[in-house]
């Protein structure tokens, strides 16, 4: 149900003190009828991806392989507006249960869709378990959260919408919010025409994957390597490259071209942090003990924009993230799961060295490719400030603490 | 070592409690007629044909390297087409052709060979992403990862090569399609010294690999042909596996053929946790989860723990299981094959599971958890245990399939300017480019009013770009595209309408 009214009615009234009346004017928002940046208009208003990797076919249509291999099939077609809904839907706090956060707040554009801290903050300001991963080339993915338990982006986004200790609303009061918006009425008549009666969950569901589903990040250096240009990368990047394929390192194994993930689960035993107690995965989402201590291999593109590392973000740089790996199997497990967790097979010993280290690095660093970040939204039809909360990372720079 | 067998001993006793349990053993199933020709024979090709669609064409350029000189900096000048010739010498590097088409070529000259040399401290001699390579007549040592890795290469070809203690593998493609494996000599490798992983139509002949962990290893591959190998002295001498949790999931249409599978008796000296790690010492032929896989006319001798032995993830050490990936072994064929002298010094739980089927004599070949559609062609040949399910197999014989290699090498499809300009246009331009608003740069409007039928201007523009307008930032060259690339771009650019 909804929550009391005099909470939204305090908060909207500390955003007025905070904007002095500058902004709250009637929003003027229109829906784009271009797709964004990536995608063709084909003929029945549909966006659909292009890229230079539809030049190269994969294995099985896996979507794993080399530098020239082609992507998993993508979530892609549909229109403009749905996206450009989306988008609005993404930055509006008016989605969380007390307006103060937006899916920004913890997936934020300026830090590689996620939020620079070990773990999320909900609306009640209490830390959740888990990092927020990075929402770039989510439209190729089969699986989400970290310990993969919802098979679409509707699924999983209704974990942190309806999550107490996340954006805390419900699904009736998230219907309520947005269909007592007269601008969200009408916007997604333009998203959805022909469709009669006020917005649904599935609409608002498909608007918000809609957008996540446009963040296409494919015009790295590295692609520009893979596509054939071989001075794109410096030869401490090259080196970098040739570390992570080799199958000493085996970082490809897992972190496979073209996205850098091959989607599966691993189990690779990292410590958490601060005497966190051990965090099961998908051992505790499946019925496979095989899965203890298991995750999601998340992909690495804007790695470097992502810090802090790891589920829980146990390592603060990428250097520390890549020597884990070279610290001997298993040499992180809590005693008490050493004889119960099985980690992968391809965690050993590669006794990699310093240099090769700074070299991944190196190379990591050119997986980076913001060409097609989305804009902020100027003003939002619910009246609020975008994005409500900002990540910590943030807000000094920008003088907005909320 | 023990503790490494300590596995799979644990998991076969798990079996034999299960089978005490009351899980039956099925009345025998010979009389049953299983299979014919039809289950090998699709997909295979129809030439026959080693050479015809693999490795480099040979027909560009030549480059001669010498003593002293780099590998890579001949790489990295040579085309498509090119041949790059390295005389003897050693050679301490990393050679990586992410290039189509190139043959490396080893020059042997009165005997002496050129060797790359990875002292211990390098971690691969040859990685290779491009389709088309050719890697020959070099020897390979002293590597720690592998001694020639590729990543989605298809139409490769390796052959003539000598590896010594490479690392982890010694010849690995992986994710390619259409390749062959050839006359090379492969020893000292930790893992499997020919390891074919997530591959398809593949064949591996005519290939000597001894004191390695496993000798030739076929994973989560289809089409593939193992055939006139001579595996010896390794821990296990040819396995075929689906190994859970990797991406793609299948492994089928395997035949192992005419090969010398020989006394495979080598101390495991698997890294921990590597699958091969549970590998008993004496292994001949292991079939893990892989489908229709057929055993034909081999030679095996001589290994200690078993012949042939089938078995399902269940049942198999250091493995994970893996919902998307079938964890038995089905349709499997064994034909006739020359087997003498196996299971002579066995593990105690091949002796028990002997035990409860009321077998004497040493177990050549072994089948653990359920084999659906599996045959044998004749059931009183040899020693075996749990193959009262097996029916009796109606083809005696995959002679008719030369190879599962393609007519035509995989990939050379064309691409239609018009898809490549498209691609280029929303995939890259776009990012600075829309139609009719100004974005980064000046909308595509503005761009086809000055250039209308010059595309060639915007190309020569976007290779060298200098600031044109106050209003915009200077744009940064676009000469990463190729010139077709950048073509292709200008022209679907002039005629975009919207």
Same mark, same amino acid.
């Given at each position: 149900?909804?929550?009391?009214?005099?909470?939204?009615?305090?908060?909207?009234?500390?955003?007025?003190?905070?904007?002095?009346?500058?902004?709250?004017?009637?929003?003027?928002?229109?829906?784009?009828?271009?797709?964004?940046?990536?995608?063709?208009?084909?003929?029945?208003?549909?966006?659909?991806?292009?890229?230079?990797?539809?030049?190269?076919?994969?294995?099985?249509?896996?979507?794993?392989?080399?530098?020239?291999? $082609?992507?998993?099939? =993508?979530?892609?077609?549909?229109?403009?507006?749905?996206?450009?809904?989306? !988008?609005? &839907? #993404?930055? /509006?706090?008016?989605?969380?249960?007390?307006?103060?956060?937006?899916?920004?707040?913890?997936?934020?554009?300026?830090?590689?869709?996620?939020?620079?801290?070990?773990?999320?903050?909900?609306?009640?300001?209490?830390?959740?378990?888990?990092?927020?991963?990075?929402?770039?080339?989510?439209?190729?993915?089969?699986?989400?959260?970290?310990?993969?338990?919802?098979?679409?982006?509707?699924?999983?986004?209704?974990?942190?919408?309806?999550?107490?200790?996340?954006? $805390?609303?419900?699904? =009736?009061?998230?219907?309520?919010?947005?269909?007592?918006?007269?601008?969200? !009425?009408? &916007? #997604?008549? /333009?998203?959805?025409?022909?469709?009669?009666?006020?917005?649904?969950?599935?609409?608002?569901?498909?608007?918000?994957?809609?957008?996540?589903?446009?963040?296409?990040?494919?015009?790295?250096?590295?692609?520009?390597?893979?596509?054939?240009?071989?001075?794109?990368?410096?030869?401490?990047?090259?080196?970098?490259?040739?570390?992570?394929?080799?199958?000493?390192?085996?970082?490809?194994?897992?972190?496979?071209?073209?996205?850098?993930?091959?989607?599966?689960?691993?189990?690779?035993?990292?410590?958490?942090?601060?005497?966190?107690?051990?965090?099961?995965?998908?051992?505790?989402?499946?019925?496979?003990?095989?899965?203890?201590?298991?995750?999601?291999?998340?992909?690495?593109?804007?790695?470097?924009?992502?810090?802090?590392?790891?589920?829980?973000?146990?390592?603060?740089?990428?250097?520390?993230?890549?020597?884990?790996?070279?610290?001997?199997?298993?040499?992180?497990?809590?005693?008490?799961?050493?004889?119960?967790?099985?980690?992968?097979?391809?965690?050993?010993?590669?006794?990699?060295?310093?240099?090769?280290?700074?070299?991944?690095?190196?190379?990591?660093?050119?997986?980076?490719?913001?060409?097609?970040?989305?804009?902020?939204?100027?003003?939002?039809?619910?009246?609020?400030?975008?994005?409500?909360?900002?990540?910590?990372?943030?807000?000094?720079?920008?003088?907005?603490?909320? | 070592?023990?503790?490494?067998?300590?596995?799979?001993?644990?998991?076969?006793?798990?079996?034999?409690?299960?089978?005490?349990?009351?899980?039956?053993?099925?009345?025998?199933?010979?009389?049953?007629?299983?299979?014919?020709?039809?289950?090998?024979?699709?997909?295979?090709?129809?030439?026959?044909?080693?050479?015809?669609?693999?490795?480099?064409?040979?027909?560009?350029?030549?480059?001669?390297?010498?003593?002293?000189?780099?590998?890579?900096?001949?790489?990295?000048?040579?085309?498509?087409?090119?041949?790059?010739?390295?005389?003897?010498?050693?050679?301490?590097?990393?050679?990586?052709?992410?290039?189509?088409?190139?043959?490396?070529?080893?020059?042997?000259?009165?005997?002496?060979?050129?060797?790359?040399?990875?002292?211990?401290?390098?971690?691969?001699?040859?990685?290779?992403?491009?389709?088309?390579?050719?890697?020959?007549?070099?020897?390979?040592?002293?590597?720690?990862?592998?001694?020639?890795?590729?990543?989605?290469?298809?139409?490769?070809?390796?052959?003539?090569?000598?590896?010594?203690?490479?690392?982890?593998?010694?010849?690995?493609?992986?994710?390619?399609?259409?390749?062959?494996?050839?006359?090379?000599?492969?020893?000292?490798?930790?893992?499997?010294?020919?390891?074919?992983?997530?591959?398809?139509?593949?064949?591996?002949?005519?290939?000597?690999?001894?004191?390695?962990?496993?000798?030739?290893?076929?994973?989560?591959?289809?089409?593939?042909?193992?055939?006139?190998?001579?595996?010896?002295?390794?821990?296990?001498?040819?396995?075929?596996?689906?190994?859970?949790?990797?991406?793609?999931?299948?492994?089928?249409?395997?035949?192992?053929?005419?090969?010398?599978?020989?006394?495979?008796?080598?101390?495991?000296?698997?890294?921990?946790?590597?699958?091969?790690?549970?590998?008993?010492?004496?292994?001949?032929?292991?079939?893990?989860?892989?489908?229709?896989?057929?055993?034909?006319?081999?030679?095996?001798?001589?290994?200690?723990?078993?012949?042939?032995?089938?078995?399902?993830?269940?049942?198999?050490?250091?493995?994970?299981?893996?919902?998307?990936?079938?964890?038995?072994?089905?349709?499997?064929?064994?034909?006739?094959?020359?087997?003498?002298?196996?299971?002579?010094?066995?593990?105690?739980?091949?002796?028990?599971?002997?035990?409860?089927?009321?077998?004497?004599?040493?177990?050549?070949?072994?089948?653990?958890?359920?084999?659906?559609?599996?045959?044998?062609?004749?059931?009183?040949?040899?020693?075996?245990?749990?193959?009262?399910?097996?029916?009796?197999?109606?083809?005696?014989?995959?002679?008719?399939?030369?190879?599962?290699?393609?007519?035509?090498?995989?990939?050379?499809?064309?691409?239609?300017?018009?898809?490549?300009?498209?691609?280029?246009?929303?995939?890259?331009?776009?990012?600075?480019?829309?139609?009719?608003?100004?974005?980064?740069?000046?909308?595509?409007?503005?761009?086809?009013?000055?250039?209308?039928?010059?595309?060639?201007?915007?190309?020569?523009?976007?290779?060298?770009?200098?600031?044109?307008?106050?209003?915009?930032?200077?744009?940064?060259?676009?000469?990463?595209?190729?010139?077709?690339?950048?073509?292709?771009?200008?022209?679907?650019?002039?005629?975009?309408?919207?």
């Amino acid at each position: 149900m909804r929550r009391a009214p005099s909470n939204k009615a305090s908060l909207a009234g500390i955003v007025v003190l905070a904007l002095c009346g500058t902004v709250l004017a009637e929003p003027q928002v229109e829906l784009q009828s271009d797709c964004p940046p990536g995608f063709e208009l084909t003929g029945n208003n549909a966006c659909e991806l292009r890229t230079l990797y539809q030049n190269y076919d994969s294995l099985h249509e896996a979507g794993v392989g080399g530098p020239r291999t $082609g992507l998993p099939e =993508a979530r892609d077609g549909f229109s403009p507006q749905q996206i450009d809904l989306g !988008r609005y &839907l #993404f930055f /509006d706090p008016l989605l969380s249960g007390d307006d103060s956060l937006s899916c920004a707040s913890c997936h934020h554009p300026d830090l590689g869709f996620a939020d620079g801290r070990p773990r999320s903050i909900g609306i009640g300001g209490a830390e959740v378990a888990r990092a927020a991963p990075s929402l770039w080339n989510v439209a190729f993915l089969r699986r989400f959260f970290w310990d993969a338990r919802a098979g679409s982006l509707e699924e999983q986004m209704q974990g942190p919408l309806y999550a107490d200790d996340e954006m $805390g609303t419900t699904p =009736a009061q998230l219907l309520a919010d947005i269909g007592d918006n007269e601008h969200y !009425r009408r &916007l #997604f008549r /333009d998203a959805y025409p022909g469709s009669e009666g006020p917005p649904t969950l599935d609409q608002i569901y498909t608007a918000i994957a809609a957008f996540q589903a446009s963040l296409i990040s494919l015009n790295s250096r590295y692609d520009q390597y893979a596509h054939g240009y071989h001075d794109a990368l410096t030869d401490r990047e090259k080196a970098g490259m040739n570390v992570f394929r080799s199958f000493v390192a085996r970082c490809a194994e897992c972190h496979t071209p073209p996205l850098f993930t091959n989607q599966q689960l691993a189990v690779i035993g990292v410590r958490e942090p601060d005497g966190r107690a051990f965090d099961p995965g998908a051992g505790a989402t499946t019925d496979n003990p095989g899965l203890r201590g298991g995750f999601k291999v998340p992909g690495l593109r804007n790695i470097a924009r992502t810090a802090p590392y790891m589920h829980s973000g146990t390592f603060a740089t990428l250097r520390e993230a890549a020597e884990f790996y070279t610290l001997g199997r298993g040499h992180a497990l809590p005693v008490a799961e050493q004889d119960r967790v099985t980690v992968h097979w391809h965690i050993w010993e590669p006794d990699l060295g310093a240099e090769e280290l700074d070299r991944l690095v190196d190379f990591l660093g050119a997986l980076t490719d913001e060409s097609f970040k989305p804009q902020v939204p100027s003003q939002m039809p619910s009246g609020l400030l975008p994005i409500g909360k900002l990540p910590e990372a943030l807000a000094p720079h920008l003088g907005q603490t909320n | 070592m023990g503790k490494k067998l300590g596995l799979i001993v644990a998991a076969i006793a798990l079996l034999i409690i299960g089978a005490i349990g009351g899980m039956k053993y099925a009345g025998d199933n010979r009389a049953t007629v299983v299979g014919d020709t039809s289950r090998y024979s699709a997909g295979a090709s129809s030439s026959g044909a080693l050479t015809g669609s693999v490795g480099g064409s040979g027909s560009g350029t030549v480059h001669e390297v010498r003593d002293g000189d780099s590998i890579q900096a001949a790489v990295a000048k040579a085309e498509s087409g090119d041949v790059i010739k390295v005389f003897p010498g050693t050679y301490h590097e990393t050679v990586y052709i992410d290039k189509d088409d190139i043959v490396l070529s080893g020059v042997i000259v009165d005997d002496v060979w050129p060797v790359m040399e990875g002292d211990k401290k390098l971690n691969d001699a040859v990685l290779y992403s491009g389709n088309g390579i050719t890697v020959e007549n070099l020897q390979i040592q002293h590597y720690k990862g592998n001694a020639i890795m590729g990543q989605a290469g298809n139409n490769f070809l390796i052959r003539n090569n000598n590896i010594v203690d490479t690392g982890v593998y010694g010849i690995f493609p992986e994710f390619g399609t259409n390749g062959l494996i050839t006359h090379n000599v492969l020893s000292g490798i930790e893992d499997a010294a020919i390891y074919v992983g997530m591959c398809d139509y593949i064949h591996v002949t005519h290939n000597e690999v001894f004191n390695n962990v496993a000798g030739i290893e076929i994973e989560n591959s289809r089409h593939s042909i193992v055939e006139n190998n001579y595996a010896h002295d390794n821990t296990g001498g040819i396995l075929v596996f689906i190994t859970p949790g990797l991406p793609i999931k299948t492994t089928y249409d395997t035949i192992v053929r005419n090969n010398f599978i020989v006394n495979n008796n080598t101390p495991n000296f698997g890294i921990p946790g590597s699958t091969v790690a549970g590998i008993p010492a004496g292994t001949g032929i292991l079939n893990m989860a892989g489908d229709r896989t057929t055993i034909e006319g081999n030679i095996i001798t001589g290994n200690q723990v078993i012949g042939i032995l089938i078995t399902d993830h269940m049942n198999a050490p250091n493995v994970t299981l893996d919902p998307d990936a079938d964890p038995n072994s089905d349709e499997i064929a064994i034909l006739d094959n020359m087997m003498w002298n196996n299971g002579f010094n066995t593990i105690p739980e091949i002796t028990a599971l002997k035990t409860l089927e009321l077998v004497d004599g040493d177990v050549q070949i072994l089948n653990i958890g359920s084999s659906t559609n599996s045959c044998i062609l004749d059931h009183d040949k040899y020693v075996t245990v749990g193959l009262r399910d097996f029916g009796t197999c109606g083809f005696a014989t995959t002679a008719d399939v030369k190879s599962y290699l393609l007519d035509e090498p995989a990939e050379r499809r064309e691409i239609a300017a018009e898809d490549m300009g498209k691609r280029a246009y929303y995939g890259i331009c776009a990012g600075c480019h829309a139609y009719n608003i100004k974005m980064i740069g000046p909308p595509t409007q503005t761009i086809q009013a000055l250039y209308m039928d010059d595309p060639q201007g915007i190309v020569d523009y976007i290779t060298n770009p200098t600031k044109k307008r106050d209003d915009y930032p200077e744009m940064p060259p676009q000469n990463y595209l190729s010139e077709d690339v950048r073509m292709a771009a200008a022209e679907f650019m002039l005629q975009v309408r919207k």
